[in-house]
């Protein structure tokens, strides 16, 4: 009797137990499977002259992943972000982003690499068709010229074309207003500075017709001495000077050219002037510079800007960059459309994405725009200003409405090829 | 075909064999990459070997041909359309042209003088690759991709025939190039590398000798640099850059310059420790930095030459231990 009982009971508690046990040994495997980890593949430049870009990329990026994963991840997968150094060379760019594909398993491509290297792994891009967010190229053909236009290929970075557009509409009011009418350019001597001063100075000449340009020096990239570039321009004797150095090149031509006194001989346009890392690099930073935003906290001055600039150098110990706001900008991308798509597939990102507009600290109006036509950011921040030698460098920014940047870009276009 | 040939030829046939049945071993992708890499740069570096270890003309400037090659076959892909093959044979003999008249030039000279020369050359390439915008793409390198049409039913779109292609090209580089070095004219070769006023009063034409490695060099070398362009769908300003040239002769140091597949090791380590390094390291210059200090102070010659010296040196030994046993060849 008893044992009929026991066995009965045992028979149940046995089912139940088995049940129970079952359940909760399958949940994590249940819950893992909803949740896998989405691997996102980042290769950037994290050694070498540009190594700090990089890094602030990576350093941005981390960030955002973090926010995201807090508030559930994409489409509910946690991110892993997978960053690899690809020195900036474009053959180890494609290989590392093949690798990142291939052997990590990562199903998207942030691409924060600089143009060259960008060019290499939009041809990854190509033949793997992952979808691919390139975060640092500013040269403008990578998304106008529809011969290298990808479906699942998108810029979330500022342009060339745009950046010029409204530095030459800030020049030329100043030199109406000032009667600056002899001008000289100073310019790394490879495709960005070529194509970005002939830009500007388009530009500029078409807002102010009276503009010459008396002499034009072409130093290096990665030049370390410009005694020979500073005593052409100061000879010259121009009203005023553009320049699309950067970096390093750009705070080396500053400490130097300030100890011949150019820049109270002629006033001085920098387009990559007012980034922190340029900003705090040169020893005596001359007041009156003018500059392009590149990354500022106080532009726009927005609380939403300056929260995130504040949380970036608490987290890090420095300012960031202008490649921290574009790769914090596609994650933001990234998560947005992933909500809207309600799913991490390659090719539904792609289709959300084209046209997507989302809220942002770095947009003109609030608000950034993933352009359907050529799969590219507008509606960014841009403007210029004068700099002063600290905080917060350039205390006011002028900038001119997107709708003309576009009526000028679609020229431009049209002037290339591009439409 | 004598003895030496069919057993080279043997040699290259189970080594295309043993990397035809790799894509059945594994389906990692990366692997197949990795072999591709090494087709390129094994190809460049054993050309550069030609030049160095076979020539004693140490060139700084090879990745000329190599940024050439990559150049060559992207452009005339873009533009002109030629089956792969013919695009493939055109850009080759148009290396060979251009080595022709640099080399007519450099090997007129001798030691750091040819060095710094054929270095100047490649520096005028890489001029005219960053001036030359619009056919090359300037700085920015050849974009838009590289078309691969299908030809003889084979698709080089496709990536595991792309891998047997390039392994293919690797094979049989090398056993032209190991033909070359194994025949009179490699044996003339070293003859000149060793004493050259010898060899001109024994008859043979020094300069010609040397223009010919020079020309045979840098078509190899712009073979690598087409798998190289094949790879990344690309060419780019740093194929033809002076780090170019240094990779590979780090490589032929690394390797070995005695042995004929020396580069070719080298050019596998090398490869291994900067994709291991790099994934797991920030700082792999640092650990490159030291392998290199390892090599040239530790062993003193490259990785090959000292297995084989090693080998030697045993075999020297033991026959010194059983002199009689040596001597009935037991």
Known sequence: MSRKKLSAISRRSFLKAGAAVAGTVSMPWVASAQAKTIKIGFPTILSGRVAQLGNSSRNSAMMEVEKINAAGGLAGRPIELIARDTKG????????????????????????????????????????????MHTNSETSSLSADPKLRLPNAFRCARQGVHDSVIGGIYAAEIANAKNLTRWATCSPDYAYGRDTTAEFVGYLKRFAPKVEIITEVW?????????????????????????????GDLTSFIDQASIYALFSQMQFYAVNMADYTALTAVKNLPPGIHSGNRYIKTFPATPANATWGDAYRAKYGEYPTNWSWQNALCLNFLSEAAKKANSTDGKKLAEVLRGLKINSPFGADGTVTMRAEDQTIVGYAIGWGTTIPKEPYVPEMKTSPWAKVFELEAEWKKQKGYA | ?????????????????????????????????????????????????????????????????????????????QRLGMPIPLAILVTVIFSGLVALVVGAICVRLTEIYFAFVTLAFQMLVHSLIIALSQFTGGDQGLRGGIPRPTFFGINLADHSQLYLF?????????????????????YTLRMVRDNAKRAGFLGINVYRTRLTAFVLAGMFASLGGVVMSLFVSGAYPEFAFWTMSGEAVFIVMLGGTAAFLGPLVGTVVLLLLNDYVTRIAEHHGLVLGLVILFVALGLRKGLLDYVMDWRAARRIRAEEAHPVSALKGD
């Open chain 1, 89 to 132: 060379q474009p053959q180890e760019a494609a290989r590392v982003a093949r690798e990142l594909i291939n052997t990590d398993g990562c199903e998207l491509l942030i691409d924060a690499e600089a143009s060259t290297g960008a060019f290499a792994v939009h041809e990854v891009a190509r033949d793997l068709g992952i979808l691919c």
């Open chain 1, 219 to 247: 130093p290096k990239i990665f030049q370390p001495d410009y005694t020979e570039a500073i005593t052409k321009l100061i000879q010259a004797k121009p009203q005023a000077l553009y320049s699309c150095l950067w970096g």
């Open chain 2, 1 to 77: 075909m004598n003895t030496s040939l069919r057993k080279d030829f043997a040699f290259a046939l189970a080594g295309f064999l043993a990397l035809a049945l790799l894509p059945a071993l594994t389906s990692s992708t990366a692997l197949l990459d990795f072999v591709i890499r090494c087709a390129a740069l094994g190809l460049f570096a054993t050309s550069l070997n030609l030049l160095v270890g076979y020539g004693g003309m140490v060139s700084f400037g090879h990745g000329l041909f190599f940024g050439l090659g990559a150049y060559s076959f992207g452009i005339i892909m």
């Open chain 2, 166 to 186: 390039c392994a293919g090209l690797l094979v049989i580089g090398l056993l032209l190039m190991r033909h070359i070095v194994s025949s009179p004219f490699g």
